[in-house]
């Protein structure tokens, strides 16, 4: 990394980088999805939420994310 980030400043070039993990979190969410609420978390009358965004380590994470690419 630190090669790549020197040579890009001495060759006077633009770097740019992407939160992959982050960048998955942004994607909607074109389907149902419900999930459990995380152990330690209580909301009155509420057992599940339903998801607009997506989640990183959600099977369709990557799908979501390289169709907001397009």
């Known amino acids: 990394v630190r090669t790549i980030i020197a040579t890009a400043a001495?060759?006077?070039m633009e770097l740019h980088?992407?939160?992959?993990?982050?960048?998955?979190?942004?994607s909607d969410v074109d389907t149902e999805i419900y999930m459990r609420l995380?152990?330690?978390?209580?909301?009155?009358?509420?057992?599940?939420?339903?998801?607009?965004?997506?989640?990183?380590?959600?099977r369709q994470?990557?799908?979501l994310f390289f169709e907001n690419l397009e």
């Open 61 to 63: 994470s990557s799908s």
């Open 38 to 58: 995380p152990t330690g978390y209580a909301l009155p009358d509420c057992q599940c939420l339903k998801l607009c965004k997506s989640l990183y380590g959600l």
């Open 10 to 12: 001495q060759e006077g």
């Open 17 to 26: 980088h992407w939160d992959i993990q982050g960048a998955f979190c942004t």
